[in-house]
């Protein structure tokens, strides 16, 4: 969306490490989320950090959040072609229930061999 | 494990006709959301409901309405349906949690394709 913004693609070799950004514009958002889309298929969750934190690990996925300049980055361990797909970044804002997403433009991650 | 069910999968119609997308949210999840994703384009947020009352709203054009009933299935209807319409839908649920900040994990159904001839 306007208000999120990610580079629009991205290649890298099997084996190596990707690292996908994000910057997003609204202060008050409370949890920021990375999703994953394969063509023609829904939206899976992979990992989210709350506002108040600067990382977060888990697995081969490592989340970093600076705050002060609205930016989040997804980096991927050992990137595999399994791992090709469309990553959007998601921001929420408050922390009541039925709080809207907004997405990111997606970023293409291409795995090459 | 359950998941978010929508039907149908695919819909093609003509323009001016209308549509009708059915979404079943995951067992107790008592939250609904609506999102477009047009062809290239990030998700856009629609509607939502808590508990059978529309919670927020997006960029849901006016010929579109949607309504949560109390199995807490919802649909979405569109009516005079144009080209520009033609995206996938994505359904989207959640729980509430009690109490302090909720983590507002949504789970997403595989999405309604809608093609307007």
């Known amino acids: 969306g306007e208000d999120v913004e990610q580079s629009l693609f991205l290649s890298v070799r099997e084996g190596d490490s990707s690292v996908i950004n994000c910057t997003y514009t609204?202060?008050?958002?409370?949890?920021l989320y990375w999703y994953k889309q394969e063509p023609g298929a829904g939206l899976q969750l992979l990992t989210y950090?709350?506002?108040?934190?600067d990382m977060k690990q888990d697995q081969r996925l490592t989340v970093l959040l600076n705050k002060k300049d609205k930016h989040l980055s997804l980096r991927i361990a050992d990137t595999q072609t399994g791992d090709s797909a469309i990553y959007f970044c998601?921001?929420?804002?408050?922390?009541?229930?039925?709080?809207?997403?907004?997405f990111g433009t997606g970023t293409r991650l291409q795995v090459t061999l | 494990a359950a998941g978010v069910i929508q039907s149908p999968r695919h819909l093609i119609k003509e323009k001016r006709e209308t549509a009708t997308l059915k979404c079943y949210p995951i067992?107790?999840?008592?939250?609904v959301y609506w999102y477009q994703q047009g062809p290239g384009q990030d998700p856009q947020f629609l509607i939502s409901?808590?508990?059978?009352?529309?919670?927020d709203k997006g960029s849901i054009p006016d010929r579109f309405s949607a309504q949560q009933f109390s199995d807490y299935h919802s649909e979405l209807n569109m009516s005079s349906l144009e080209l520009g319409d033609s995206a996938l839908y994505f359904c989207?649920?959640?729980?509430?949690?009690?109490?302090?900040?909720?983590?507002?994990?949504?789970?997403f159904g595989p999405g309604t394709r809608l093609t307007v001839l």
């Open positions: 950090i709350f506002s108040n934190m």
């Open positions: 989207a649920s959640s729980q509430r949690t009690s109490g302090g900040q909720s983590y507002n994990e949504q789970f």
């Open positions: 998601a921001e929420s804002i408050g922390t009541g229930t039925a709080s809207k997403l907004t």
């Open positions: 409901f808590y508990e059978k009352m529309q919670s």
């Open positions: 067992p107790r999840h008592d939250t």
């Open positions: 609204d202060s008050s958002s409370t949890y």
